[in-house]
Nanobody, 114 residues
């Protein structure tokens, strides 16, 4: 079955940076548009970044200019570079295809706090 494993989260101060990774197995991930989603406590999961099969990208307004999504098709991996982090970025971050057709992984916790 398809497995998605997120990593790279952690505790950072406001203004800091993190790089998240999403390793896919059981599928050729480059055949799909891929996205990073996040879910904060008490809120619904939201899509924050998308990268298509042809490497077109799109971002939610809340992260535009600060986050960059990329993919390494040879490694079957999608990345999210997060800069200038804010407290409101605190959430569990998940990856999936767009639309989200695979089983969700465990996600990786990002906490932005001083």
């Amino acid at each position: 079955q398809v497995q998605l494993v997120e990593s790279g989260g952690g505790l950072v101060q406001p203004g800091g940076s993190l790089r998240l990774s999403c390793a896919a197995s059981g599928t050729i991930f480059s055949m799909y548009a891929a996205g990073w989603y996040r879910q904060a406590p008490g809120k619904q999961r939201e899509l924050v970044a998308v990268i298509t099969r042809v490497s077109t990208t799109n971002y939610a307004d809340s992260v535009k200019g600060r986050f960059t999504i990329s993919r390494d098709n040879a490694k079957n991996t999608v990345y999210l570079q997060m800069n200038s982090l804010k407290s409101e970025d605190t959430a569990v971050y998940y990856c999936n295809a767009v639309p989200s057709q695979f089983v969700w992984g465990q996600g990786t916790q990002v906490t932005v706090s001083s």
